[in-house]
């Protein structure tokens, strides 16, 4: 079957036969193009998953591990929808996992010893570091991961972590409310909060992932031992582990419970004290107060503590403990399970004397020479000996990953504060331009001054052979008929620039006192427009299928206001202008005041009218998607900036009228005083409407998401 990449536009073929894995929701094929990636294909593919998918995929988690080919979340890089006809999502794009078992092949003894020998306690205590790390990286984006459990969780002969089956993790829209719930999980993972309960009728959060986060961990640590599993002392059936978790009975906890440890678990004093009062933490105190239950960041810095405190065995250098303890546990422990070294050394692998069942009389074997492999083996070693783990750091903060490409970003994420001041710094910037530029020009207009008309023209010749330039040098020669494009969006960025440069200058010299105080309150007006953009970001998830409900109300709310703005703006400028060139000839002043006047009131009647109207549309299943995706710009960005940003204006435009007329009466002078906060909310809506279209198609087109 032939699929098309709904980002990239690229089409790619899916041969039904190749397989690499088979589940109950869809089938996982190679990509034939790019063996880094691999396409799943639902068996049954619905609207909600492809609503669900695009969420996801417009706000992926940053990657908590910059390690080059590495993905620690195995998050969709883009959607899969059929070609012709009606185009439905069927399936997404991930990156391929390689050279991965899952976690549990790690921490049971029996596999271990067989499959990863030399994979020793430092390496556990790095694999549930970074498994914390990855969980953080989703609890901080405000994913719930929901079905915890050993399968979904791959892992390295480095201790590099990967999460799979993203997709059934529970996604929240930021922007409607609406919660794409994960309606499976595992009861021995489960916190008994939610022990017994449905989970298609319930919303999680994040402690509920932290109870599975401490149930992996503590097998990673102790043996594959459960921390609920133990001999019950009471009379009849032992309870199940459920029942168990349920009470909150921890065997090795502080509490007296009719429970002790299972004889062959580890015991608990052998880990970090750090780490036994933080599961102390979780399975006792969480039991009563889920909130109290340790963080995926808790946990990275306590294991990491952990992992630092641990030293060499002398007898055995695979026999890592911590520093804390006066002599090796695993020698005891390998004594106690009869020559089954659960951390086993070189020479007992190379020699196969590990995979021995278990240790009879026999005479002691001399000693023999180490055995030197070839270097080709030591590349590649046959018995699966691991790398080792020096060749990659685990940062301390997370990474970001690109959008559009698997490598990670090279700076971090810009905090929302920070992002507050830069975009109310840049709309202090571009307030001020833009109202000099129309002061100006209107002054220029008024005054017959030259001088500002004159530096529009310069503005557009320069304008127009920069951006030939541009499109020239920065195009491959297949697109240099865009270079044209780069002519036009010159000839408009020169005539804006030398328009608001000379209509300062020109206000400075001749002391017009009008043009500095636009200059001023465009610089409030672009500050507080900053502000708006930077706080409000846009549904970047695109609906596919039929929208309606809340969803689709907020959708043609936005829509609405565009659309209307631009009907209400089209519609009362045409009407002046058709009067002006209809007999009714005005100075040119008076027509150009009246132009203005009607086009803003015509503006706010438009977007306030389309925002309702919209919305009631949008609510009962007629709202489009949005024209572009993720983080867009260019031609794509300036149409999304423009819908968004007039939707953005209505809004704030609507109130800050409404309460500047009601606060201060005289600025509505010729209006009834109980019509004027309606007169004042209908003209902030046309400015803030206009204002918000032209400023975000430029914001848009420029990327500033």
């Known amino acids: 079957m032939q699929l098309q990449r709904q980002f990239s536009g690229q089409l790619i073929a899916i041969d039904s036969n190749s397989a690499i894995a088979s589940g109950g929701e869809g089938r996982i094929y190679p990509i034939a193009q790019d063996s880094s990636l691999v396409a799943k294909i639902y068996h049954r593919p619905t609207d909600e998953d492809g609503d669900k998918l695009t969420v996801m995929f417009s706000m992926p988690p940053d990657a908590p591990i910059a390690e080059p080919g590495h993905a620690s979340i195995a998050w969709p890089i883009d959607l899969l ?64 991961i929901g079905d915890v459990n050993e399968s979904n969780i791959l892992v390295t002969d480095t201790a590099l972590v990967t999460l799979v089956d993203t997709d059934s993790f529970q996604v929240r829209d930021p922007y409607t409310g ?258 000099a530029a129309a002061a100006g020009v209107v002054s220029a207009i008024a005054e017959g001054g030259g001088a500002v008309l004159g530096a529009i023209f310069v503005g557009s010749i320069w304008g127009s052979f920069f951006g030939m330039m541009w499109g020239v040098f920065t195009l491959s020669p297949n697109q240099i008929w865009r270079k044209w494009g780069g002519v036009f969006v010159g000839a408009a960025w020169g005539a804006f620039l030398l328009a608001a440069i000379a209509g300062a200058v020109s206000g400075a010299i001749n002391g017009n006192r009008a043009i500095g105080e636009a200059i001023l309150s465009g610089a409030g007006v672009g500050i507080v427009w900053g502000c708006i953009w930077a706080s409000f970001r846009p549904p970047l998830a695109m609906p596919v299928g039929r929208v309606w409900g809340r969803r689709g109300g907020y959708l043609g709310a936005v829509w609405g206001a565009f659309l209307g703005t631009v009907a209400g703006v089209c519609l009362g400028a045409g009407l002046v202008v058709w009067q002006q060139y209809n007999g009714q000839m005005r100075p040119v002043n008076e027509f150009a005041g009246l132009l203005l006047g009607v086009a803003i009131v015509a503006a706010g009647v438009g977007a306030l009218g389309g925002l309702v109207s919209g919305g009631f549309l949008g609510f009962c299943g007629f709202s489009p998607k949005l024209p572009a995706s993720f983080q867009p710009s260019g031609m794509k960005g300036g149409a999304l900036g423009a819908i968004w940003g007039s939707f953005l204006g209505t809004f704030a435009g609507a109130v800050l009228g409404a309460g500047v007329s009601a606060m201060f009466p005289a600025v509505s002078a010729g209006v009834p005083v109980e019509l004027g906060p309606v007169a004042g909310a209908i003209v902030g809506s046309g400015l803030g409407a206009i204002w918000g279209a032209v400023s975000g198609t430029v914001w848009g087109a420029l990327g500033k998401w």
């Open 178 to 435: 609406y919660v794409y719930r994960c309606p499976v999980g595992k009861p021995e993972f489960t916190p008994p909060e939610l022990q017994g309960q449905t989970f298609r009728d319930i919303d999680r959060a994040p402690e509920h992932d932290l109870f599975g986060l401490a149930v992996l961990i503590f097998q990673l640590l102790m043996e594959g031992t459960h921390p609920f599993s133990g001999v019950y002392l009471g009379s009849g059936e032992p309870p199940s582990l459920e029942a168990r978790i349920r009470s909150g009975h921890f065997p090795t906890g502080t509490k007296r419970i009719p429970y002790r440890p299972m004889p062959a678990a580890p015991n608990l004093e052998m880990l970090h004290p750090r780490l036994r009062q933080m599961f102390v933490r979780c399975f006792e105190e969480g039991h009563g107060n889920p909130a109290a239950r340790p963080d995926a960041k808790t946990w990275v810095n306590a294991i990491r503590e952990a992992e630092d405190a641990l030293v060499t065995c002398s007898k055995n250098t695979q026999h890592k403990y911590g520093s804390h303890l006066s002599r090796c546990p695993w020698c005891d422990r390998a004594k106690l399970l009869k020559g089954r070294d659960p951390f086993p050394s070189r020479g007992a692998v190379s020699s196969g004397l590990h995979l021995q069942p278990a240790k009879t009389k026999r005479k002691k074997p001399l000693p023999q020479p180490p055995v030197r492999e070839p270097a080709a083996r030591r590349q590649q070693p046959a018995t699966g000996l691991p790398r080792p783990l020096g060749q990659y750091a685990v940062p301390l903060l997370p990474m970001p990953m690109s959008s559009r490409s698997r490598t990670p970003a090279p700076r971090a994420p810009v905090g929302k504060f920070e992002r507050l001041v830069q975009d109310a710094a840049w709309g202090g910037v571009w307030g001020s331009l833009c109202l």
């Open 81 to 144: 929808h059929t070609v012709g006809g009606r185009e439905k999502i069927v399936g997404f794009v991930m990156p391929r996992v390689k050279q991965a078992l899952p976690v549990h092949t790690f921490y049971t003894p029996k596999t271990r010893r067989e499959q990863k020998p030399l994979f020793n306690y430092l390496y556990l205590h790095r694999t549930a570091r970074n498994l914390a790390s990855a969980v953080n990286a989703l609890h901080v984006r405000g994913y719930v």
